[in-house]
């Protein structure tokens, strides 16, 4: 027989149409194209399993499993942490609660978290979803705005959550989402009357409906650019929703709400009584009315957790400790080079203080740090040198030389 009337099993293509075949029993054989296809429907298929949730009671990650698992790569905000932990954890006996004989429904407790930019909010969120085995995702409240205007709907929060968990319903319907920057829909005006706020309390009230738990038909693609598109129900009964924002300027409600209640002669001792550097970790639900956000929304996120801004410490800290820090993170890049990457102590403090300086948080020091090291980034690769150790003087160079005020408004 000759070589060229050998063909594929599966297409039927000829030797001389791929590049090589494999074979099997009874002359069977597969062309190497066919082979990668029949791997990556392999691969979508056990991705669609794991996204289901099928977890026994003794293979649940505990609170104090998840908060340690969370200490590895974020530095200190441990009542945050602890509240993120319990959450978890409940929401993972919910979706084992259907396997219990009585009538008691436990009802899921969104949660919604208040600190500075730059403390941890989506680097919580970040790292929490690579311990989960539910469907976990991110999105940003930013973008949305009421169903007809310029922007994205507010069911496209569900659909990113199809999108990880690969289409599957049943899988969806029992993840966790996110929403970051839930502060910028804050209500816009305390008179609704003046203009319609489509991206303020519009959302807000759109919002009401998936937190709560109701089945909402998601567009698959998104958007409305494929109007003829078929949708999918969602219900939202079972899924956790953790909200994160900055509430800049927050502060000066919780202020004023202290200040309100302190009256008599006992104001004074009251009032030394209040840490006025951290004033969030007396925020309260009143605080957030204040702020914008609508009675019905705040009723339906009932655990409400800080961050705690960071200090000196901190920043240190979080500058080479965590698993993923800047300073291992830049170690690692040039070690990919094959140039062994050292930092004089000093410069870590140096760069500390900068950020300090410019009130740019725990993001400010990548902000720091890649100024520094931008030239050496540059030129190092085409180099012989196999070893680089970064000076107090070379890194007060590089940042004396920078556009401070691009620094401080990044």
Do not use: W
Not at 162 to 187: M, N, P, S, T
Not at 193 to 200: K, L, M, N, Q
Not at 389 to 400: C, M, R
């Amino acid at each position: 027989m000759a070589k060229n009337t050998k063909h594929c099993s599966f297409c039927g293509r000829t030797e001389a149409q791929v590049d090589f075949f494999i074979l099997g029993q009874d002359g069977a054989q597969i062309c190497n194209e066919c082979a990668v296809q029949a791997a990556d429907i392999v691969k979508e298929n056990s991705i669609k399993k794991s996204n289901i949730p099928n977890l026994q009671k003794d293979q649940l990650p505990k609170p104090i499993e998840i908060k340690e698992y969370l200490d590895q790569y974020v530095i200190g905000q441990e009542e945050a942490k602890k509240y993120l932990s319990v959450a978890v954890y409940n929401h993972y006996k919910r979706l084992m609660q259907e396997r219990t004989s009585d009538d008691i429904e436990i009802e899921k407790s969104n949660i919604i978290m208040v600190g500075s930019t730059g403390t941890g909010k989506t680097l919580l969120a970040k790292t929490i979803a690579k311990k989960l085995h539910v469907p976990f995702c991110i999105v940003d409240a930013t973008v949305l705005t009421e169903a007809g205007y310029v922007g994205e709907d507010i069911e496209s929060i569900l659909t990113r959550l199809l999108q990880v968990a690969d289409y599957d319903v049943k899988a969806a319907e029992r993840g966790i989402v996110f929403i970051d920057e839930i502060d910028k829909i804050a209500r816009k005006s305390d008179n609704p009357s003046i203009t319609r706020d489509v991206s303020g309390e519009g959302v807000q009230q759109g919002l009401l409906k998936l937190l709560e738990g109701a089945v909402v038909n998601v567009p698959p693609q998104g958007g409305r650019k494929h109007p003829d598109q078929k949708m999918i129900a969602v219900n939202t009964q079972n899924i956790l929703f953790v909200c994160g924002g900055a509430f800049d300027g927050i502060e000066k409600k919780i202020a004023s709400r202290l200040n309100t209640r302190v009256v008599g002669y006992t104001a004074a001792k009251e009032n030394e009584s209040v840490d006025k550097h951290n004033l969030l970790q007396y925020i309260a639900p009143q605080d957030l009315k204040s702020f914008g956000l609508i009675p019905e929304i705040i009723g339906r996120l009932p655990i409400l957790t800080y961050l705690e801004p960071l200090d000196r410490s901190a920043l240190r800290r979080i500058l080479t400790e965590p698993k993923n820090s800047i300073i291992k993170q830049y170690t690692k890049l040039f070690d990919m080079d094959g140039v062994e990457l050292t930092f004089e102590e000093n410069v870590l403090e140096y760069i500390v203080d900068k950020a300090i300086e410019f009130k740019l948080g725990a993001r400010g020091l990548r902000s720091i740090t890649e100024t520094i090291m931008m030239d050496e980034m540059y030129e190092m690769p085409s180099k012989n040198d196999k070893n680089l150790k970064v000076s107090l003087l070379y890194a007060q160079s590089k940042i004396e030389r920078a556009n401070i005020n691009r620094l401080k408004t990044a």
